[in-house]
Nanobody, 126 residues
């Protein structure tokens, strides 16, 4: 799987953005997907994850209720809808694919994701 993020940009506080992550390869529909983010000087932070089937999702506490992760297996794409953006959401957002196939557990730690995109910058102005 190869991943490419898009949709980042500059937005005012309270605004919305939708990130997309296009995946190549035949294994996308078998793989859990996640979004992480990282601000310079800080550790990479879990944002959201979605199971390979789309039936299960999990969110980081800082984005719960504001962000929504979804996927379209027919298009090999995972999305992150971000509403109610805050300046503290400013970061580079990375898409990641899980290490296994048809996982029975939806993980939210970095070590469980083995393929990463190059990242897309999201900047929220106050």
């Amino acid at each position: 799987v190869r991943l490419e993020e898009s949709g980042g940009g500059l937005v005012q506080a309270g605004g919305s953005l939708r990130l997309s992550c296009a995946a190549s390869g035949r294994t996308f529909s078998m793989t859990d997907m996640a979004w992480f983010r990282q601000d310079p000087g800080k550790e990479r932070e879990f944002v959201a994850a979605i199971a390979w089937s789309g039936d299960s999702t999990h969110y980081g506490n800082s984005v719960k209720g504001r962000f929504t992760i979804s996927r379209d297996n027919a298009k090999n794409t995972v999305y992150l809808q971000m509403n109610g953006l805050k300046p503290e959401d400013t970061a580079v957002y990375y898409c990641a694919a899980g290490s296994g196939y048809y996982s029975q557990v939806l993980y939210y730690t970095i070590d469980k994701y083995s393929v990463w995109g190059q990242g897309t910058q999201v900047t929220v102005s106050s």
